[in-house]
DNA sequence: AATCGAACCCAAAGCGCTTTGGATGGCAAA
DNA sequence: TTTGCCATCCAAAGCGCTTTGGGTTCGATT
């Protein structure tokens, strides 16, 4: 009932432990007859090594760890997450590499990187979400773990390797885009600003703004958790403003949507009264329409960035002098049916 | 640099590997004195045991394997995923599991389990979306591999064990709360009807309307990927009927979202003109309202879903005999704002 | 004083695999 | 005929831990 092993196999073959082992590896003191002899016997048996036990003895765990952070006030998963660990597990799971999840509250995360250094259950990790200044990767470069951050830590001091968005760049390009369409009048409903990446979008809105000579409202600038009920509240906030908004800037497509709503609520039409240009993530349950995109947006897929940082990280394990390594990945701006030029009323 | 081990600390103590071991796991035959001695230079240290030695030693990996199936057609994440995990994982870190996750395309399932359960990286695993004949079942019956399943199978012929909404009930109840509000032109936007809660669901729909004597419609039932297009698609092609629904009964949020989007777009009120029940999985991400709900909804976590499986597939792997083992959970409905009697008009 | 248990501790084997450091045999070169 | 060298294979150690099966010591019993 329990698997063959190693052993056993070498027994009924009449081999030693040894040869099978060298045979299976690819080696090339083995004879060919005896080669495929072996892999032959293996295959009928469905024989796989046991990972345990090839870890403990190579020193390697053939295992990917990523910890999740829980913040314990608003009990968010980041809805990103299930998508970018698609992307990831795609990689591992064609290099042979197992994918280990840890479930950490915020407050506990060095500990948790201590223990998964400690246990030896992975050759690596990837940091989720960092912050401006993120105490995780001065941690993991102390305790010698391979690791890629997905995102940047703008005040980290240490080098680091990432695989990031070009946050500013597309928020300041979809700022712009409104700009040119004649709105002045433009809102951000931005993600929670402890996040680095939520930083670098508000430069990149500013920026844009500040580069036409357009004032900085605080008024029409908000942030916090990127769900649908948070843009229908920014919306509704500054449509009631004196002078309201012909535009939005969004952090995400459930924000995107819940200004919609709001929009639509007060009789407006998207793409004509008000438009809005939106980051899309390109989520496997979320998508921007089909063929046509609904929303303007810049659209950068977190899948993609799944798969990279993997590779990345693996490249990095098997070659630790390459590190750090940088990967820039550029959103592209599509052109949806939620942009127009700004009501003349409002020039 | 590297982590320190049994061996090291047991020479540093001057006592034996044996000695240090017994200490900290507590048994019975080591003096008092030498066990504080000893967990005091374990903590010092920030000793942990090597996971897979102890694993190798015990035979048991201490660790859960999820295998989330990737259907190459539409290559969806499925958006419960996430939260699922995250009910899992905490009850897994409590009880000192590591979580194992493959990323693995619907074709090679068979396969991946096989793979697992040869390689003994994991102790038991749980199944995610069933479908009404699930081959996966019979296969970890006939593995020995202890499994935990997230839904039901309806046509497994094998005992298994189960952690379940009782989604026809749900879905009953939903439906005569619209009947009871006057409508009669009710549409069902389902989910993917091969997952057996989605036939559930849509059991549960049909038996409410056939108990009032109300004929099934074919025109006002739909099934697909449960996304905010889906749902929109559909209102949209249901709206244009000679005869519209004048209530909607949603399997997602947002499914509703999109069927909510449309109604709006038709210049109808949510609410007052046409009514929507929703499912809500109560996803962290995507919260049905505030204090108030938005839609009136049949709501069930399905975070504690994950904290329900979990329990209940360490409990099985510490307690085999205890399978099969089945929870069912009973959603609750909640009633929101988007639901009201029906137009008089309609009646 | 001899005996007997507790109470504590340790040596060594073993989990399933890789890997080092030989053995063995056959064949070409000397 | 020897020597030397491949080509093949194997024994044994070791990865870091648990666990079996003793040892030792010491105070209490008889």
């Not at 509704?236 to 709503?261: D, E, I, K, N, Q």
Request: with cysteine; aromatic share 6%; hydrophobic share 45%.
């Amino acid at each position: 009932m329990s698997p063959i092993t190693l052993k056993e196999l070498a027994a009924e073959l009449g081999l030693s432990p040894t040869t099978v082992s060298r045979a299976l590896n690819g080696y090339p003191e083995v004879n060919e007859a005896t080669r495929t002899r072996v892999s032959q016997a293996a295959a009928r048996h469905h024989y796989r090594p046991n990972t345990r036990a090839k870890a403990l003895a190579t020193g390697r765990a053939m295992a990917i760890g990523h910890v999740i952070p829980i913040s314990t006030q608003h009990e968010i998963v980041n809805p990103i997450f299930a998508d970018f660990i698609a992307g990831a597990g795609e990689v591992y799971a064609r290099e042979g590499y197992d994918m280990l999840l840890s479930i950490v509250p915020d407050a506990e995360q060095a500990r948790a990187y201590r223990e998964i250094r400690a246990k030896g259950t992975v050759d690596g990790v990837i940091v989720h979400g960092p912050k401006e200044n993120d105490e995780r990767i001065a941690l993991l470069v102390e305790l010698g773990l391979p690791f890629v951050v997905h995102g940047r830590s703008t005040e980290a001091k240490a080098p680091y390797s990432w695989v990031d968005v070009n946050n500013t760049r597309a928020f300041q390009r979809a700022t712009e885009f409104l700009l040119d369409l004649g709105h002045r009048r433009i809102a951000l409903v931005n993600g929670l600003e402890f996040m680095d990446f939520a930083i670098r979008r508000r430069h990149g809105f500013e920026a844009a703004m500040a580069a036409r000579g357009v004032p900085r409202d605080p008024a029409l600038m908000v942030q916090g958790e990127m769900t649908e009920a948070q843009g229908a509240h920014a919306a509704r906030a500054m449509l009631a403003l004196p002078s309201p908004p012909t535009a939005f800037v969004c952090a995400s497509l459930l924000s995107a949507m819940g200004v919609r709503r709001e929009i639509e609520a007060h009789g407006l039409k998207l793409g004509r009264d008000i438009s809005i240009v939106t980051h899309d993530d390109e989520l496997g349950y979320l998508r921007n329409g089909e063929a046509e995109p609904i929303f303007t947006a810049t659209r950068s897929s977190v899948r993609e960035a799944g798969r990279r940082c993997a590779a990345m990280l693996l490249g990095i394990i098997t070659d630790p002098a390459s590190a750090p390594r940088h990967e820039m990945l550029e959103a592209v701006l599509v052109v949806g049916r939620s942009t127009g030029p700004a009501p003349p009323s409002a020039r």
